[in-house]
T-cell receptor, first 111, second 114 residues
Framework: TQLLEQSPQFLSIQEGENLTVYCNSS?????LQWYRQEPGEGPVLLVT?????EVKKLKRLTFQFGDARKDSSLHITAAQPGDTGLYLC???????????FGTGTRLKVLA | SAVISQKPSRDICQRGTSLTIQCQVD?????MFWYRQQPGQSLTLIAT?????????ESGFVIDKFPISRPNLTFSTLTVSNMSPEDSSIYLC???????????FGSGTQLSVL
């Protein structure tokens, strides 16, 4: 079974703080995706990272794909209450289109 | 992008009954998947809905319990059969295009079984 382990599981921080969420696996993925989910909604794609070592920025969010394509990180700078939600990494193991999801990180940003 | 309509959005059902969840995509997609999400948890893949053929189920999920249909490239249904309280969960439909490495999701169906 290929697993995507995320850490931390829960995170509660003050507005303006920085944070990093990690997504780790023992398997190689052709790409990894990050989603954010809010209550009552389905996950919404934030970014896809494809190349080992790749760094992508989306406003205050920075995503990195590990060199070996087994792990990824999401860094949020100056977090805002609107960043609150469940963050999920996901990937399709090499050779498949079957997406599995990480264990999730629930973020709460306090005003 | 794809917009996915899923219904019902929520339902409360009696033990032993069955519920069929519908998923409609506003454009043709190559891939459709069904996921289950327990409260506060991540998503677990139930099955891949294959157009014109039997769905491909993940370990722990069987066709008799979760029959799936996909008659065309824009529509799929998931039935939760002979429900028990353990089936109470959020069921999510998702869709994507092969090679595009992104999934779109419906808003989910929140199922409560009494």
């Amino acid at each position: 079974t290929q697993l995507l382990e995320q850490s931390p599981q829960f995170l509660s921080i003050q507005e303006g703080e920085n944070l990093t969420v990690y997504c780790n696996s023992s398997s190689v993925f052709s790409s990894l995706q990050w989603y954010r989910q809010e209550p009552g909604e389905g996950p919404v794609l934030l970014v896809t990272v494809v190349t080992g070592g790749e760094v992508k920025k989306l406003k205050r969010l920075t995503f990195q794909f590990g060199d070996a394509r087994k792990d990824s990180s999401l860094h949020i700078t100056a977090a805002q209450p609107g960043d609150t939600g469940l963050y999920l990494c996901a990937g399709a193991p090499s050779g498949t289109y079957k997406y599995i999801f990480g264990t999730g990180t629930r973020l709460k940003v306090l005003a | 992008s794809a917009v996915i309509s899923q219904k019902p959005s929520r339902d409360i059902c009696q033990r032993g009954t069955s519920l069929t969840i519908q998923c409609q995509v506003d454009s043709q997609v190559t891939m459709m998947f069904w996921y289950r999400q327990q409260p506060g948890q991540s998503l677990t893949l139930i099955a891949t809905a294959n157009q014109g053929s039997e769905a491909t189920y993940e370990s722990g999920f069987v066709i008799d319990k979760f029959p799936i249909s996909r008659p065309n490239l824009t529509f799929s249904t998931l039935t939760v059969s002979n429900m028990s309280p353990e089936d109470s969960s959020i069921y999510l439909c998702s869709a994507g295009q092969g090679g595009e490495e992104k999934l779109f999701f419906g808003s989910g169906t929140q199922l409560s079984v009494l």
